[in-house]
């Protein structure tokens, strides 16, 4: 059974950095895409990026690109979403998806709330 | 950028009514559109993918159709659980870009 398990709530204060993780199980870990989307509170949904962990490939939603980073390490079948400097409107709930062209995010993590509040 | 805009943003309906919901793209995509389905405090839910391709799982009363610039979603019979936030998402390449979403309430 395909699993995307993320890491808990993180209540952070602007300015500092934070990196989320999202651990997956039942498949090739290194044979999909890995992604993450965003929800601001109350809005929609928006694709942030994806890595292939296989060669590291990672690309970027303009909108993000700069923004975050993403990340893999395939020795723990985990992808990272990392900020080096939060912002309060950071606040958001951050999903981890397995994207496929064509096919769409077959797969959803549980989701992990970061609030950002001074 | 290819910008994908739903309408209605907000539908009310009753329980046993057809609804349908209308995802427009900004440039033609083919059949490269999917729908999810979210409720409050959940993960979307993939429902739909190549405009048309019902989803493992996913009852047959939800169908998806259109092609190029046009597609819908449309629900057979509302059922008491498909009261929930509806999303159309390009996939013809690795952007991904969601629409609005539309709410759907129970009058």
């Known amino acids: 059974e395909v699993q995307l398990v993320q890491s808990g709530a993180e209540v952070k204060k602007p300015g500092e950095s934070l990196k989320i993780s999202c651990k997956a199980s039942?498949?090739?870990?290194?044979?999909?895409?890995i992604g993450w989307v965003r929800q601001m509170p109350g809005e929609g949904l928006e694709w942030m990026g994806s890595?292939?962990?296989?060669?590291?490939?990672?690309r970027y939603s303009p909108s993000f690109q700069g923004q975050v980073t993403i990340s893999a390490d395939k020795s723990i079948n985990t992808a990272y979403l990392q900020w080096r400097s939060l912002q309060a409107s950071n606040t958001a709930i951050y999903y981890c998806v397995r994207p496929a062209v064509g096919t769409g995010f077959d797969y959803w993590g549980q989701g992990s709330l970061v609030t950002v509040s001074s | 950028d290819i910008q994908l805009t739903q309408s209605p943003s907000f539908l009310s309906a009753s329980v046993g009514d057809r609804v349908t919901i209308t995802c427009r793209a900004s440039r033609a995509i083919g059949s490269y559109l999917a729908w999810y389905q979210q409720k409050p405090g959940k993960a979307p839910n993939l429902l739909i993918y190549a405009a048309s391709t019902l989803q493992n799982g996913v009852p047959s009363r939800f169908s998806g159709s259109g092609s190029g610039t046009e597609f819908t979603l449309t629900i057979s019979s509302l059922q008491p659980e498909d009261f929930a936030t509806y999303y159309c998402q390009r996939l013809n390449d690795y952007l991904f870009t969601f629409g609005q979403g539309t709410k759907l309430e129970m009058k």
């Open positions: 890595i292939y962990p296989g060669d590291s490939d990672t």
């Open positions: 039942g498949y090739s870990f290194t044979s999909y895409w």
